[in-house]
């Protein structure tokens, strides 16, 4: 089975753009999980989606969004971005949407704000 | 709010020696557990979890945590390391029912040959 797959890979924009970061699950899986990992902060949760619905929320301002289609990928939207956007977005799957479900990660995408 | 703390953020150990790496957190009711390891250029995986029974939990490579109620904590171990056990380690707790995990900063371990 192909594992999870984030693009693109590597990110650069400047403050003010906004920036869409895709994640395809494995296959069979229907959650969807971000996370923001930065050095100040570490690895914080942003949101989780289940069937196109979002389930689950972290303390992240509206700036941050994300969707997910019928096929289960994801998207997540970062809008006016700000310097301290910088970071390492991972995206996680897993076939339920239960805390007992394995969570398999991505390579992630580097994103720089300049 | 809930915090995870890792004491440790870097460990350096030369191969063979015993591992422990600690790891408390500040909830008071039930929680699931867990410990995720990231290898050099790979991604970020599960270890080993807890949710229930035994407090002793054993996972993948030889690696086991144990969970003590009383001091909020579930300490990683492996009793002899290998240089491919090189890697950045994190705690990570889910309070309750709670789906949003929280992690810890991290440690880092260097096992040397």
């Known amino acids: 089975k192909a594992g999870v797959t984030q693009t693109p890979r590597y990110l650069i924009k400047t403050r003010g753009q906004q920036v869409t970061l895709s994640c395809s699950p494995i296959?069979?899986?229907?959650?969807v999980s971000w996370y923001q990992q930065t050095p100040g902060q570490g690895l914080q949760f942003l949101f989780e989606y289940f069937s196109e619905t979002q389930r689950n929320k972290g303390n992240f301002p509206g700036r941050f969004s994300g969707r997910q289609f019928s096929n289960s990928r994801s998207e997540m939207n970062v809008s006016t971005l700000e310097l301290g956007d910088s970071a390492l977005y991972l995206c996680?799957?897993?076939?339920?949407?239960?805390?007992?479900?394995?969570?398999?990660f991505g390579p992630g995408t580097r994103l720089t704000v300049l | 709010a809930q915090s995870v703390s890792q004491h440790n953020h870097h460990v350096i150990l030369s191969e063979a020696a015993s591992l422990e790496l600690g790891c408390n957190y500040s909830y008071g009711g039930t929680v699931n557990l867990f410990w995720y390891v990231q290898y050099p250029g790979q991604h970020l995986q599960l270890l080993l979890k807890y949710f229930s029974g035994d407090p002793l939990v054993k996972g993948i490579k030889g690696f086991e945590a144990e969970f003590i109620k009383s001091k909020f904590s579930f300490n990683l171990r492996k009793p002899s390391v290998q240089w491919s056990d090189t890697a950045e380690y994190f705690c990570?707790?889910?309070?309750?029912?709670?789906?949003?995990?929280?992690f810890g900063r991290g440690t880092s371990l260097i096992v040397h040959p």
């Open positions: 990570a707790v889910n309070p309750g029912g709670s789906y949003i995990p929280t």
């Open positions: 996680a799957s897993s076939f339920e949407s239960r805390v007992r479900d394995t969570q398999y």
């Open positions: 296959s069979g899986h229907r959650s």
